[in-house]
């Protein structure tokens, strides 16, 4: 079993900033990407970051420049600072995790619970 956990959602103004972080635990050898998604109301999911085992990352052209994605190997975390928030920003916030299994020798992705941005104007 693998868990992921998000904190950091909430209420902030047009142009103000939030910090996500998500944790994650169980039977884990190893973790490949890790990232950030999102998905408003009647919307697709969308990728907004996504970080690689190396260190690269990859934003949407609508967070570039405002965005940053952060991982800790160690403490099993990636984290995604958000600043200069707008309006359209606002959307359910999920994290996503692709890892590598202790014991079991397979990959998966797990998806954390989603966690609530608004941006009021």
């Known amino acids: 079993q693998v868990q992921l956990v998000e904190s950091g959602g909430g209420l902030v103004q047009a142009g103000g900033s939030l910090r996500l972080s998500c944790v994650a635990s169980g039977s884990i050898y190893s973790i490949n990407a890790m990232g950030w998604y999102r998905q408003a109301p009647g919307e697709q999911r969308e990728l907004v970051a996504q970080i690689r085992s190396s260190g690269t990352p990859n934003y949407a052209d609508s967070v570039k420049g405002r965005f940053v994605i952060s991982r800790d190997n160690a403490k099993k975390t990636v984290d995604l600072q958000m600043n200069s928030l707008k309006p359209e920003d606002t959307a359910v916030y999920y994290c996503?995790?692709?890892?590598?299994?202790?014991?079991?020798?397979?990959?998966?992705?797990?998806w954390g619970q989603g966690t609530q941005v608004t941006v009021s104007s």
């Open positions: 996503n995790v692709d890892v590598n299994r202790r014991f079991w020798g397979d990959r998966n992705v797990y």
